[in-house]
């Protein structure tokens, strides 16, 4: 009896949980490697194509380049391209040319939407992309983390 117990408790504790948990290799959420972000762009130069609703890649900045997201005028969104399934893939999002403001990972299939806080749409990751701070002083948006 003492050692079906014994049993019952070691799967209760030890075993089950590390059945239920999901795996950390599985989805590292928005772990990244940390790169310092620190851009200006001009509003009326850089920026002068995007109209509200639109997207536009950095790619030479974040960890594998930066997508904007212009929701109002004076408002925007960045998000690290990295796709958060599995971050240490290294692959980055890419325009889902088919549906406006989705961005999918060419590896797993995973979208985004930008609109909604780049959240998972569909697919595999369960974690948003990674957002950067951005703030707007005169006619400059900054970028920064
Ligand atoms: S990056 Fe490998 S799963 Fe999306």
Redesign the pocket.
């Given at each position: 009896m003492k050692k079906f117990s014994f049993i019952f408790t070691a799967i209760l504790f030890l075993i089950l949980p590390a059945l239920v948990a999901p795996s950390c290799d599985s989805n590292r959420g928005n772990i990244i490697p940390y790169v310092k972000v620190d851009l200006y762009l001009l509003l009326y130069a850089d920026l002068a194509d995007m109209g509200i609703g639109s997207a536009k890649v950095i790619s030479n900045a974040g960890h594998q380049g930066i997508v904007l997201y212009r929701e109002a005028d004076l408002e925007f969104y960045a998000y690290d391209r990295t796709?958060t399934?599995?971050p240490d893939?290294d692959?980055a999002v890419v325009e889902d040319t088919s549906f406006f403001g989705v961005f999918e990972?060419p590896?797993?299939g995973?979208t985004f939407l930008l609109m909604n806080g780049a959240e998972p749409n569909s697919g595999?990751?369960r974690y948003p992309l990674v957002e950067y701070f951005t703030s707007i002083q005169g006619d400059v948006l900054h970028v920064y983390n």
């Open positions: 796709c399934r599995f893939h692959v990972c590896q797993c995973s595999p990751a």
